[in-house]
């Protein structure tokens, strides 16, 4: 149990093009997802905090309107990134949790981001 | 701020051994802390959990460890095993938010 999908896997564009990344949960209803970056060699950086319904957390640091988030049911979320330049290049990762009593989260496969 | 440090960067270890990963943190207000497993291009795994209040949670091969007063948490693996060969995360979880902030990783190489 506890399934969580990413898609796509992999994405190489042009600078300038918006890129839209999906994380569902498979088989439970998350209430709350997370949005993680990751640079070769470093730790994930929590980026932003998305509750269904509600407008997503951001992290210090993360422009708002440069990575937009929607998570518009409990089981799905999405990261926007727009107009993405190369420095956006990177693995983005989603998790999610069924939230109530403490429960681990539950990561997708990621994200390798590429703009040319 | 690196909040959750892991001084190892990469460890090697025979197969049958225990493998010992260690993390050092900063923050108090953690109230439990996680470790994951990752492979390349995938996303972490959950590997085992343990409450701040505890000092030591096992689960199978894995058993972590706690020092509430020297900050120090470490994963024992025995017995280790080829698929084992990842980089391993410990994360540390804030619950007023339920964020998880991560240490660097540790890459553990498991030989035959």
């Known amino acids: 149990g506890a399934v969580v999908s990413q898609h796509p896997s992999r994405v190489i564009c042009k600078s300038g093009t918006s890129v839209k990344i999906e994380c569902r949960s498979l088989?439970?209803?998350?209430?709350?997802m997370f949005w993680y970056r990751q640079f070769p060699k470093q730790s994930l950086m929590l980026m932003a905090t998305s509750n269904e319904g509600s407008k997503a957390t951001y992290e210090q640091g993360v422009e708002k309107d440069k990575f937009l988030i929607n998570h518009a049911s409990l089981t799905l979320s999405t990261l926007t990134v727009t107009s993405a330049h190369p420095e956006d290049s990177s693995f983005y990762i989603c998790?999610?949790?069924?939230?109530?009593?403490?429960?681990?989260?539950?990561f997708g496969d990621g994200t390798r981001l590429s703009i040319l | 701020d690196q909040q959750v440090k892991q001084n190892s960067p990469s460890l090697s270890v025979q197969e049958g051994r225990i493998s010992i990963l260690n993390c050092d943190y900063t923050?108090?207000?953690?109230?439990?802390f996680l470790w994951y497993k990752k492979y390349p291009a995938e996303g972490p795994t959950f590997l085992i959990s343990i409450s701040s209040i505890k000092d030591k949670n096992e689960d199978g091969r894995f058993t972590v460890f706690l020092n509430k007063s020297a900050k120090h948490l470490s994963l024992h693996i025995v017995p280790s095993q080829p698929g084992d060969s990842a980089v391993y995360f410990c994360?540390?979880?804030?619950?007023?938010?339920?964020?998880?902030?991560f240490g660097t990783g540790t890459r553990r190489q498991v030989t035959l």
């Open positions: 088989d439970f209803q998350a209430t709350t």
């Open positions: 998790s999610a949790t069924p939230g109530g009593v403490v429960q681990p989260q539950h």
């Open positions: 994360a540390g979880h804030t619950g007023t938010a339920s964020k998880l902030t």
């Open positions: 923050n108090s207000m953690f109230d439990y």
